[in-house]
């Protein structure tokens, strides 16, 4: 079994920053792509950063230039920076990491975090 926690949510005004953390424990033997998304009231959860396996990094058009994401393959840690902060980032951020369990692991899950509220006032 593989378990996400998320910190660093909060309330910030408008241009402020925030730092997200997600560390995952439990069964681990490999973590692959480690993920942020969001999801705000009324709304469909959405993509907003990936770490496809330490290769790349890829970003949705809205936090662009705003937002950077980073893992510590030590720590089982994805963070999330993020700056310049708008009213419309306001939502639930949730971490997704696609987990192998073994060395032999060639189908791995995706797990996901609880979730942590960031909320940004005008």
């Known amino acids: 079994q593989v378990h996400l926690v998320e910190t660093g949510g909060g309330l910030v005004q408008a241009g402020g920053s925030l730092r997200l953390s997600c560390a995952a424990s439990g069964s681990i033997y490999a973590i692959d792509d480690m993920d942020w998304y969001r999801q705000a009231p009324g709304k469909q959860r959405e993509l907003v950063a990936r770490d496809a396996s330490g290769v790349y990094t890829d970003y949705s058009d809205a936090v662009k230039g705003r937002f950077t994401i980073s893992r510590d393959n030590a720590r089982n840690t994805v963070y999330l920076q993020m700056n310049s902060l708008k009213p419309e980032d306001t939502a639930v951020y949730y971490c997704?990491?696609?987990?192998?369990?073994?060395?032999?692991?060639?189908?791995?899950?995706?797990?996901w975090g609880q979730g942590t509220q960031v909320t940004v006032s005008s």
């Open positions: 997704k990491m696609v987990v192998r369990t073994h060395r032999r692991d060639y189908s791995p899950n995706g797990y």
